[in-house]
């Protein structure tokens, strides 16, 4: 049986125009930036300087907190200097720029591909590896790992979650990866389970993507603890929250409920993978796959890429009609965020850069809303898009509040279904970010 979420949902076409492309290792840049904020929480902070050399693996920044996350060198070279560079959320933010000399690596990382499927470390050295390592979650939400890996006094987990829907159209990079790095990525299950005690991962998988479903199924036929369950396809499929209900029937709660409050924890899959890096080949996130794809391009790809590459050279690399590209996003057509500039960096949480020719990439004209309830039937969280986008229009938050517009997940299914072709989440965003804000400030008093 094809399981599902039950509530919402739309379902964009697939456009996985780069899905039969093999993994191509970018050449190293001829500079990285490489930002100090690349994952949920609190910067890292640099522990380097100008003039500085570094080899590839090296720590550049060290975490500032527990939700935090450390940042190392991608390439080795000098450091340049450390100045406000534009980063993929449009704005300035702290960054180390670091011209390449060679490729040197640090001490004691295994840069072989033989498969290293013995487990040595303890749990608790698990968790410190993770943490060391630099690694956050590869899906986009870049949730420092070894956060979920210290599950809280009083918290229990029943399942791990490997979440290999990648439910976006045009994105292509678990898919890649599963099929070419499967028995890394069972290594990587297996790591994550001995850390959290847990005897069940369930790797879940859209149903678009048969030949990965049949290879891991191949992989796991004698492995009880692991199991394969195609889902239907879906959008949002590959949220936790929906992944969660479709694998388990169980509801995590709202803001600030955690997939652990329901005895879970997920993992983004190509998070497992880095994970099995960290843990059994000593290598920190330096590098990650990124598809380059969309109907601007020629030669959509899947590329293995340092952090701090900028999107100039995947671009480049890709073959992207420049005269055709009306709009570059960082990310999926759905949840992703436009770029304003090439020259931006690849960061732990980019997972594809789409470029759309300029006839997909125009809004469409709005009009009013004519209250028919298409937002409301697709929300996957049961809100009233319509009316949350009006109340954070006229600066209501106090009743968005109310409405629980902090449990929105930011799919964008309302505004990809409106046929006024009204800016939905671009209003919920807003409400939602200013409620949040009002509820931290509230905390402080």
């Given at each position: 049986?094809?399981?599902?979420?039950?509530?919402g949902g739309?379902?964009?076409?697939?456009?996985?125009?780069?899905?039969?492309q093999k993994?191509?290792?970018?050449?190293?840049?001829?500079?990285?930036?490489?930002?100090l904020?690349?994952?949920?929480?609190?910067p890292?902070k640099?522990?380097?300087?100008?003039?500085?050399l570094?080899?590839?693996?090296?720590?550049?920044?060290?975490n500032n907190?527990?939700?935090?996350?450390?940042?190392?060198?991608?390439?080795?070279?000098k450091?340049?200097?450390?100045d406000?560079?534009?980063?993929?959320?449009?704005?300035?933010?702290?960054?180390i720029?670091?011209?390449?000399e060679g490729?040197?690596?640090?001490?004691?990382?295994?840069?072989?591909?033989?498969?290293?499927?013995?487990?040595?470390?303890?749990?608790?050295?698990?968790?410190?590896?993770?943490?060391?390592?630099?690694?956050?979650g590869?899906?986009?939400?870049?949730?420092?790992?070894?956060?979920?890996?210290?599950?809280?006094?009083?918290k229990?987990?029943?399942?791990?979650?490997i979440?290999?829907?990648?439910?976006?159209?045009?994105?292509?990079a678990?898919?890649?990866?599963?099929?070419?790095k499967?028995?890394?990525?069972?290594?990587?299950?297996?790591i994550?389970?001995k850390?959290?005690?847990?005897?069940s991962?369930?790797?879940?998988?859209?149903?678009?993507?048969?030949?990965?479903?049949?290879y891991?199924?191949?992989?796991?036929?004698?492995v009880?603890?692991?199991?394969?369950?195609a889902?239907?396809v879906?959008?949002?499929?590959?949220?936790e929250?929906?992944?969660?209900?479709?694998?388990?029937?169980?509801?995590?709660?709202?803001?600030?409920?955690?997939?652990?409050d329901?005895?879970?924890?997920?993992?983004?899959?190509?998070?497992v993978f880095?994970?099995?890096?960290?843990?059994?080949?000593?290598?920190?996130?330096?590098?990650?796959?990124?598809?380059?794809?969309g109907?601007?391009?020629?030669k959509?790809?899947?590329?293995?890429?340092?952090?701090?590459?900028?999107?100039?050279?995947?671009?480049?690399a890709?073959?992207a009609?420049?005269?055709q590209?009306g709009?570059?996003i960082?990310?999926?057509?759905?949840?992703?965020?436009?770029?304003?500039?090439l020259?931006?960096?690849?960061?732990?949480?980019?997972?594809?850069i789409l470029?759309?020719?300029?006839?997909?990439?125009?809004?469409?004209?709005?009009?009013?809303?004519?209250r028919?309830?298409?937002?409301?039937?697709?929300?996957?969280?049961?809100?009233?898009?319509?009316?949350l986008s009006?109340?954070?229009?006229?600066?209501f938050?106090?009743?968005a509040?109310?409405?629980?517009?902090?449990?929105?997940?930011?799919?964008?299914?309302?505004?990809?279904?409106?046929?006024?072709?009204?800016?939905l989440?671009?209003?919920?965003?807003?409400?939602?970010?200013?409620?949040?804000?009002?509820?931290?400030?509230?905390?402080?008093?």
């Open positions: 049986m094809i399981k599902t979420f039950p509530k739309v379902h964009p076409p697939d456009n996985k125009l780069s899905c039969d993994i191509v290792r970018l050449p190293v840049p001829e500079q990285a930036i490489v930002p904020s690349q994952h949920i929480g609190a890292a640099a522990v380097v300087k100008p003039m500085d570094v080899k590839v693996g090296d720590l550049l920044a060290q907190g527990f939700i935090s996350a450390n940042i190392h060198a991608p390439v080795s070279g450091i340049m200097k450390i406000d560079c534009i980063d993929v959320s449009g704005y300035k933010n702290k960054s720029i670091i011209k390449t490729d040197s690596f640090a001490e004691g990382i295994d840069i072989s591909q033989d498969l290293n499927e013995e487990i040595r470390l303890t749990p608790q050295q698990i968790t410190e590896r993770v943490a060391s390592s630099g690694i956050v590869l899906g986009g939400a870049t949730f420092p790992s070894h956060v979920k890996l210290s599950v809280p006094k009083g229990t987990c029943d399942y791990l979650i979440n290999a829907v990648e439910c976006e159209p045009y994105l292509t678990d898919h890649r990866l599963m099929l070419e499967g028995k890394e990525i069972l290594t990587g299950i297996r994550i389970l850390a959290l005690d847990v005897s991962a369930i790797i879940g998988i859209e149903n678009n993507k048969k030949d990965a479903i049949t891991l199924e191949t992989l796991t036929k004698n009880p603890e692991i199991s394969v369950q889902l239907k879906q959008y949002p499929q590959g949220g929250k929906q992944l969660i209900k479709a694998l388990l029937g169980r509801e995590v709660p709202a803001p600030p409920g955690l997939p652990i329901v005895g879970c924890v997920v993992f983004n899959v190509g998070t880095a994970i099995y890096e960290a843990v059994q080949k000593n290598k920190p996130l330096i590098e990650r796959v990124v598809t380059v794809t109907k601007a391009v020629k959509p790809s899947n590329f293995l890429v340092r952090i701090g590459t900028s999107v100039q050279q995947l671009m480049q890709a073959q009609d420049m005269d590209a709009k570059i960082s990310g999926g057509p759905m949840m992703g965020k436009a770029l304003n500039s020259d931006i960096p690849v960061v732990k949480g980019t997972s594809g470029v759309l020719p300029w006839e997909d990439s125009k809004r469409a004209e709005v009009e009013n809303c004519i028919c309830g298409r937002c409301v039937t697709v929300c996957p969280l049961g809100l009233e898009p319509y009316l009006k109340l954070s229009q006229k600066a938050f106090e009743r509040e109310d409405e629980d517009i902090i449990n929105c997940i930011e799919c964008g299914c309302c505004s990809y279904t409106c046929p006024s072709g009204r800016p989440l671009d209003f919920i965003r807003h409400g939602k970010t200013t409620v949040m804000n009002m509820i931290k400030q509230r905390g402080k008093k």
